[in-house]
């Protein structure tokens, strides 16, 4: 069964710092892996994905992330945090033979100041 | 930058009326999906749509809803008779490209309803 897990509800850190917000991942299939995020009252904004090729993907606002698949991981990173950072981020998993999502729990991301 | 629209941003109904959620999709997306987020849980998967027909569902995705492209621009959810337990934040969702794709899904700002 297709599945995601985010360990961490919630994540703080010091702007100006390094971030990493956990993910892990288990397909049937190849994995296609994408991380959103959501501000207050607003949708699930796309920051990133992995389909295949390098294991560091770049995307959005600075974030990156590193696909690992001996250790089923897909952890976000961001190399020096801001305020603004400072959302509901969400990892999603996507077997390669199906359409739907399967979002993780999310993790609840404090950047102070 | 397109964006996926929904309205109404917040539905209040009464336990076994009958609601309507609407989304426009992003204008040359292929793909509609409705997903829900149960305060406090994940976020989960209702059903795909594609060519006016539903392209997959979930268990969830019972007799209880349906869904509709009445026109050119809307898609529609609708949920038969609510129940308490329908009380969640609506998403929905497009895609350019065609199922099992590596294509993204584009969220929308989700309905929260509330059933009384």
């Known amino acids: 069964a297709q599945s995601v897990a985010q360990p961490e509800d919630q994540v703080n850190v010091a702007e100006g710092n390094p971030l990493t917000v956990k993910c892990t991942y288990s397909?049937?299939?190849?994995?296609?892996l994408f991380w959103y995020v959501q501000y207050p009252n607003r949708g699930l904004q796309f920051l990133l994905k992995?389909?295949?090729?390098?294991?560091l993907v770049k995307g959005s606002y600075g974030f990156e992330a590193e696909f690992n698949k001996s250790q089923t991981s897909f952890h976000l990173k961001k190399p020096s945090a801001l305020v603004s950072d400072s959302a509901l981020y969400f990892c999603a998993v996507r077997d390669s033979g199906f359409n739907k999502f399967y979002f993780g729990s999310g993790t609840k991301l404090n950047v102070k100041p | 930058e397109p964006e996926v629209t929904q309205t109404p941003s917040h539905q209040v109904t009464q336990m076994g009326q009958e609601v309507i959620l609407r989304c426009v999709p992003i204008s040359n997306h292929l793909y509609f999906y409705w997903y829900r987020q149960i305060l406090g849980q994940k976020v989960e998967f209702l059903v795909s749509f594609y060519n006016n027909e539903i392209s997959e569902k979930s268990e969830i995705f019972d007799d209880q809803f349906s869904v509709e492209r009445p026109d050119g621009s809307n898609f529609t959810l609708k949920i038969r008779s609510t129940k308490l337990e329908d009380s969640a934040m609506y998403f929905c969702?497009?895609?350019?490209?065609?199922?099992?794709?590596?294509?993204?899904?584009?969220f929308g700002p989700g309905t929260r309803l509330t059933v009384l």
């Open positions: 397909v049937s299939g190849n994995p296609y």
């Open positions: 992995y389909i295949t090729g390098d294991n």
């Open positions: 969702a497009s895609s350019l490209l065609t199922s099992g794709s590596t294509d993204t899904q584009y």
